[in-house]
Each structure stands twice: as C-alpha cells, then as structure tokens.
C-alpha cells in the first residue's frame, strides 16, 4: 500500500545547509522549499527564539489555539501539501536548535483534524525534528468528508505518510544530513495512525509509541454509536444521570478493585471484573441512591460486547469502572459514529446518528482507504527491526482497552508466536488508572505527552523507552506509572510498574505507593 506521492522532493545538487546562522537559514529555507518542492505551498519558514510567544487562534473552533512559551529555540516550518483535485494536508514542522538527530511524526485525535501543537512542541523540546498535521481537514467533527474521498484518504492515513515523507526530506535539507533514526508517538486516533503505518509502511519508523489505539475503526464507531440505544435520551427510563454513573461505577471499584490485592480506587486489570449492578437495585419504596430494573439493564447492556447478526463480535464491552456518564452515555447521538454514517457511510446528512445491527454491513463496506488499521500481520516491521510499543488506559472511558488485548491476541494468532516472542518487536502495556490517553485515579504519567514526565529514568517515560529500545535494543519490561493524590501540586506520589500484556499487576506487600510492593504475575 505503498503510494507515490508527487512531493518528493530531488535532493540532489543541494549544496549543504550550514552557511550562516540557524536563524538566516531558517528564513532561508523558505526560497528553497519553493524551489525545491512540488504541490505544496510553503507558507512561512520563521525562525523562533527561546522564551517567543505563539499565539494563533485555532483553525475551526474544535481546535485549541495555539498559545505557548517555549524554552528552546527552533525553525517553524508552515506548508500545504496538496494530494489531490480537492484534498489538502497542512503541516507544521518544528526543527529545534538543539536537534538530536531524530526525526518524529506525531498523529492526531477524534475525527480531527487538528494540528496537534502540544505534542509538536513536546517532541521538539525534546530534541527531535517533528511534524504534526491537521490530518486533511480543520475541526474535529467529519461534515469535511462529505462527498470528498481525497479528504477521507488523508484522515485515514495520507496525511501521515505526506507528512512523514515530507518531514524526513525537509530535515535531511535544513540540518545538511538524514535523521539517524525515525520515531512516532500518537494517541487515540493517533494510536491508530500509528497501526496503520506498522502494518503497511513498517520501515517508514524505527519506533512506533502508539496509545489507546482507534483501531478497528468500524468496530468502534459501531460501539461508540450504538450506545444512545442501551441510555436511551435523558428522558427514557433506561436513562442514568453522570450521579448515578458515578455511584455505579463507585459500586464496580467496591466489587472489584481488590481483586488485585489492594481495596483501592483503582482496578489493575478489568478482565478480572465481572461486575453485578444488581446490588444498586432500589429496594421497596427507596427512591434515592439506587437503580431501577430498567437502569439495572442499561448498566449491564453497555458492559456486553457488541455482536452482529451472524453472532460474530463487533467490538468488546465497555470496561468495568471506567466512566463513560458525560461522553458516550450523555443521551445524545456520539458525534464522531453519528458523522461517520451520516457524511462518509450514507452521505446523508440527515441522517438520525443512532447506530443499529443494520448499520454494521453497509460501514464495513465502506471500510475505504484500509480505515479499520486492524490487520494482525505485524511481519514487516519484525523483519525490518521496527519496535512498537502499545499502551493503553485501564479507565478509558472512549475506547475500550479490552480492543486492545484483542489486536495483541489477534497478532499473536496471526503470526502463530509466543509471548516471547513478539517481545522482540511489539510490546502491550496496560497502564491502570488512565482515562482516555491521560487522566485517571492511576499513575497514568508516562511522558507521553508535556507535563506527564516524572524524571524517573526510561522505564517512567514511554519517549525515552522507545529510544532506547531502537537505538541501544534495551527493551522496556513494564512503563512505571507515576500519580498524584493531589495532580495540582504534584504531592502524595504513588507509582506502578505497568505491566507487560499479559501479565498482571497485583499487591505483594509493603508501602502499596512504592513500585516494588507490586509484581507482575501470570
Ligand atoms: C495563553 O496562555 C497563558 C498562560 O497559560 C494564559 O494566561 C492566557 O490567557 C492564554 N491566552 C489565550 C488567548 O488563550
Ligand atoms: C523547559 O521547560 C520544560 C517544561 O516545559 C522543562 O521540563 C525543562 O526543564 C525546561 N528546560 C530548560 C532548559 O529550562
Ligand atoms: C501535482 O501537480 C501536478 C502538476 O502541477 C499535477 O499534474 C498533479 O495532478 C498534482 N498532483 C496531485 C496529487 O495533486
Ligand atoms: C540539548 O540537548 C541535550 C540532550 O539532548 C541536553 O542535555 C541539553 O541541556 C540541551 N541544551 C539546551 C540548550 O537545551
Ligand atoms: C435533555 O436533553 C435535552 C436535549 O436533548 C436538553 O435540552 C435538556 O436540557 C436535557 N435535560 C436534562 C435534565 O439534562
Ligand atoms: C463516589 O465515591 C467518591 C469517593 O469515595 C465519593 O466522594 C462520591 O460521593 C461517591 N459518589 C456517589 C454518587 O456515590
């Protein structure tokens, strides 16, 4: 699936781009870039001193704005890639000053379409030439895909590989060498741009951070939008209010958060949590603190997996003690399935958002551009010695973890290896207490973005994890989580080590804050 694109850029005959400052070359770049590139457009080439202020309002309204003070200088590189009659990338390149040889690409989240500066600048502090875009599309919201497949290609993986193919060139002519080693680090859509470039692009990376994967795609738009159906609106009897999400998902932690050795706020491993709402139900005459049959119903209908009309699984249940209340069980369609149908699946922009059985066929038909990123065969990047390291929350109330135990057995099917044995080139771990790519009562920091690094040497930090795993093969046995009883002032630490998937963390003894008072066990 490897596609040729019409902005390589030719590099030879380029005289090396030393002369002169790093500023002079940074405003520099911008004649070459013209000269040297094809269906782009470069908007601005800026060279960015330590402690400058950006500000720039967002490109549609679902996007945050740019605003940030950065301690480093580096080259703001601005362009558009055209890919098509009608389809377009922007990207924005940040080349740091201080630049460590490596090059990063960085993916993007919901159904966005949003440059993804936080992450753009937390790569580039950290030495590394990276490239974010905005994924084909300004706005997380999918109304752009509307009769415009060039803009579904880019979202599903173009953007990406424009970016990816572009960045490379761009760093190898401003710094006058290549990069020595290429990274990528995505979450939640961005974990399944990650996938998607593993499973048909393997040697594009040496490494592959990607978190709460989006992946089978399908599946999940299926599960996502098929919840307004167990809730029904705000007003039906199956309906429960965010109070009463809580007070269930308070109950699961009751019933199953010591089934890893400490009665805590958090559950180590969902898998072992078969969660009985029945005890919630409303005795006689009580009308406060409880559930009624039908809300009982509800409780157990979005903890069920999703099946199709053949019997066949669609998409895992919704993990026990992740709370979902504001976001898929709010009573209101889920805008990114509702936009999928209405302006990808159907083009019908009427169309009622609420997805059923009958949806399943017509999507997985739709399924254009390899979209789902679902594919167990991870051979091209064991044989080309690509790592890829796969975390997921434990508490993700958007994307369930168990889809992600599920692509890990799925390769391990699919490639008929031992545990062991994918070892060599994908690692799985599951970090508890993590809502949707950070958050959560857990240790859920991981520096896997700015402000969740916590200085406790590669294992605390999935960025220095995979450095060290592609460029001194010294592969991470487990991520140690680090959290805050107070995340405002960052006192009352406690950490985990996160296990490596299978295995599971549980409470041996001692100190339950300290690391070493839990092991992981088959
Ligand atoms: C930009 O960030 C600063 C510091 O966080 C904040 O004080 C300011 O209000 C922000 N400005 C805008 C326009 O968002
Ligand atoms: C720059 O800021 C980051 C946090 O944004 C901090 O971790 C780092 O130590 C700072 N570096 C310098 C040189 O001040
Ligand atoms: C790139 O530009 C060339 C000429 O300007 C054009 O023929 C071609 O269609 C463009 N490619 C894309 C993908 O837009
Ligand atoms: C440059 O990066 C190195 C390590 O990558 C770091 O030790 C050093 O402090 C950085 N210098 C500046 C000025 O940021
Ligand atoms: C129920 O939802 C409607 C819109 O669908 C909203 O206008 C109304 O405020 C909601 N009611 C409550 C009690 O949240
Ligand atoms: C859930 O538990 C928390 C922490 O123990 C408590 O503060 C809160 O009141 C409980 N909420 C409900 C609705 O039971």
Redesign the pocket.
């Known amino acids: 699936m490897k596609t040729q694109l019409p902005f390589l850029l030719s590099l030879s005959g380029l005289a090396t781009a030393t002369a002169g400052s790093f500023a002079t070359q940074c405003s520099a770049l911008a004649k070459t870039l013209a000269e040297k590139t094809d269906n782009t457009t470069i908007t601005a080439t800026t060279y960015v001193a330590a402690g400058t202020t950006l500000q720039e309002p967002p490109r549609h309204p679902s996007c945050p704005p740019l605003n940030a003070t950065l301690n480093y200088s580096f080259c703001r590189v601005q362009l558009t890639a055209h890919t098509g009659p009608e389809s377009a990338v922007v990207l924005e390149h940040w080349l740091p000053l201080n630049w460590t040889g490596r090059y990063m690409s960085t993916g993007n989240g919901g159904l966005g379409g949003c440059i993804d500066y936080e992450a753009i600048a937390y790569a580039a502090r950290r030495g590394f030439a990276i490239v974010g875009t905005n994924n084909g599309h300004d706005g997380n919201y999918g109304e752009p895909f509307y009769k415009h497949p060039g803009v579904v290609e880019d979202f599903a993986y173009r953007a990406i590989r424009v970016g990816t193919s572009l960045g490379k060139q761009i760093t190898k002519l401003f710094y006058g060498k290549a990069h020595k080693k290429a990274y990528y680090l995505g979450c939640s859509t961005g974990g399944r741009q990650g996938f998607m470039e593993a499973q048909n692009v393997p040697d594009e990376f040496d490494g592959i951070v990607a978190g709460a994967p989006a992946f089978d795609f399908t599946g999940l738009q299926v599960s996502s939008g098929s919840q307004i159906r167990f809730t029904g609106n705000n007003e039906s009897d199956t309906f429960l209010t965010v109070?009463e999400w809580?007070?269930v998902?308070?109950d699961t932690l009751a019933q199953c958060s010591g089934l890893d050795g400490l009665d805590d706020?958090v559950i180590e491993d969902p898998d072992l949590c078969q969660y009985r709402p029945e005890r919630l139900l409303c005795a006689p005459g009580q009308k406060e603190g409880c559930l009624t049959p039908a809300q009982v119903g509800t409780v157990r209908n979005t903890q069920s997996p999703i099946y199709d009309t053949e019997g066949n699984l669609v998409f895992p249940r919704n993990q026990p003690g992740s709370n979902s209340g504001p976001i898929l069980w709010s009573g209101q369609p889920f805008l990114y399935a509702a936009d999928w149908w209405k302006y990808v699946v159907y083009d019908d922009p009427s169309w009622d958002g609420i997805v059923t059985v009958k949806d399943i066929e017509p999507a997985r038909k739709a399924q254009i551009f390899g979209i789902d990123a679902y594919n167990g065969d991870l051979s091209g990047v064991r044989d080309h010695g690509t790592k890829v390291l796969h975390y997921h929350g434990m508490e993700d109330p958007i994307i369930s973890s168990d889809n992600s135990a599920r692509y890990y057995n799925l390769v391990q099917r699919t490639m008929n290896l031992q545990n062991e044995e994918l070892d060599d080139f994908y690692r799985y771990f599951r970090i508890s207490g993590m809502a949707h790519c950070t958050g959560g009562a857990g240790a859920y920091n991981i520096g896997n973005q700015e402000g969740t690094q916590s200085g406790d040497g590669p294992e605390s930090d999935v960025v220095s994890s995979i450095v060290r795993w592609v460029e001194q093969g010294k592969a991470p046995d487990y991520i140690l989580g680090t959290g805050y009883r107070n995340p405002a002032t960052k006192k009352g630490k406690f950490q985990r080590r996160h296990c490596k998937y299978p295995l599971r963390n549980t409470y041996v003894k001692g100190n339950p804050d300290l690391a070493s008072s839990w092991k992981c066990v088959q």
């Open positions: 109070d809580t007070m998902v308070n706020d």
